[in-house]
């Protein structure tokens, strides 16, 4: 199906590469079907658009957590393991959302400051395209020397 994106223009879904948040998102509840899109020019993006299938306006940036020097070891209670249908944790695959905060002397917010939300990533099962945010995780942080 074509699909008319307010930020990435006309782009074809494929409705068998639906990724359904059956709750929503936190403040987009309204929004319960993603596509997942990067780059094309691209063999190994490091960062994708998941753009909302209920509101052409809504496209989210994420990345791998990797990609920023995160992992993550995250518990699911039974109730979000059948949301997602993960029947083994391979399956899983978890997504930082990114973000730009306007500040007062930015004169265009694609100027501000790249942010990462790492209390609140997603969670989707790449097997069965189901998806959801885990929220409110506590953080231990790990520095390590380099040189």
């Known amino acids: ?6 930020q990435l223009g006309a782009v074809e879904v494929d409705e068998s590469t639906i990724i359904n948040f059956d709750q929503g998102i936190p403040a ?17 993006p490091s960062v994708y658009w998941m753009q909302s299938l209920d509101d052409a306006a809504i496209t989210l940036s994420v990345t ?10 995250v518990e699911l209670n039974d109730e979000e393991v059948a949301r997602l249908q993960l029947s083994k ?7 930082v959302l990114l973000y730009q905060e306007q500040s007062a002397t930015e004169a265009h917010p694609a100027l ?36």
């Open 1 to 6: 199906m074509l699909f008319n994106s307010s």
């Open 28 to 44: 987009l509840e309204n929004c319960t079907q993603f596509k997942l899109f990067h780059n094309a020019d691209s063999n190994n």
């Open 64 to 73: 791998l957590p990797q990609q920023l020097g995160v992992r993550y070891e």
């Open 89 to 95: 944790p391979e399956d899983a695959v978890i997504l």
């Open 112 to 147: 501000g400051e790249l942010k990462a939300n790492i209390r609140n990533p997603l969670v989707l099962n790449l097997a069965s395209r189901q998806g959801l945010q885990k929220t409110g995780l506590s953080c231990d942080i790990l520095m390590h020397n380099l040189s």
